[in-house]
């Protein structure tokens, strides 16, 4: 028979798992991070998995930090500016200003916990069409998605689109990197922010601004 007190250890050790887990995600972005920085540059693949892991569902089961807020009551909350056609739409800028724009990104994933527009939960900004390129806009987790499904990570795919493979090239380079590989270092920066604020908040009762405890 099992004990009175069996449920609640089994949660216990399902929650410190789960934070097991999302500390090992933030030590493999921190070893693929220093990698990248000594020059090798295959480590993307290797982030846009962990990124995937992190943040996107996949076969019915939910990202993992998505669990994690779910195991521990909170909210990650993230904040944006609008983009040029939102800004347009809501009367802020003149609709000349987006004649002939062929690439903008507003919203770098590493300014999500300074200061913006709109607060919204990190599930949402990670759809937010932020990149804009060759008349397409592309979502963060869009790029991730590719990176880790279709182009060398989980397995190669013939059939990426010509825009997706643009996002990788030379022809348009953001701090030295193709828009789509400084995305994936830049949220993978941002994560190892994250995944630091997310250990203190649980194991020393911290508080961060962007992590909202759910109301019971």
Request: proline residues 4%; charged residues 25%.
């Amino acid at each position: 028979m099992e004990g009175p007190h069996k449920g609640t250890e089994m949660a216990k050790r399902t929650r410190e798992g789960y934070l097991a887990e999302l500390l090992d995600v933030r030590a493999k972005l921190e070893d693929f991070l220093q990698q990248i920085g000594g020059g090798n540059l295959s480590y993307y693949k290797e982030i846009a998995i962990k990124l995937r892991i992190l943040y996107c569902r996949k076969s019915g089961t939910n990202p993992l930090l998505m669990a994690i807020e779910d195991l521990y009551g909170f909210d990650t909350l993230v904040a944006v500016r609008w983009n040029m056609h939102e800004a347009i739409d809501r009367g802020l800028l003149p609709a000349s200003l987006a004649e002939g724009l062929v690439f903008e990104q507003i919203n770098s994933v590493v300014t999500w916990f300074e200061g913006g527009q709109l607060i919204v939960r990190i599930f949402e900004a990670l759809d937010r069409p932020e990149v804009l390129y060759s008349d397409q806009r592309y979502s963060y987790r869009h790029i991730i998605e590719i990176a880790a499904d279709k182009m060398g990570g989980a397995h190669v795919d013939s059939t990426v689109p010509q825009g997706d493979l643009a996002l990788h090239s030379q022809d348009l380079l953001i701090g030295g990197l193709p828009v789509a590989q400084r995305a994936l270092f830049d949220t993978a920066r941002a994560s190892v922010q994250l995944i630091n604020a997310i250990q203190g908040m649980v194991s020393k009762a911290e508080r961060y601004p962007f992590l909202r405890p759910r109301q019971q």
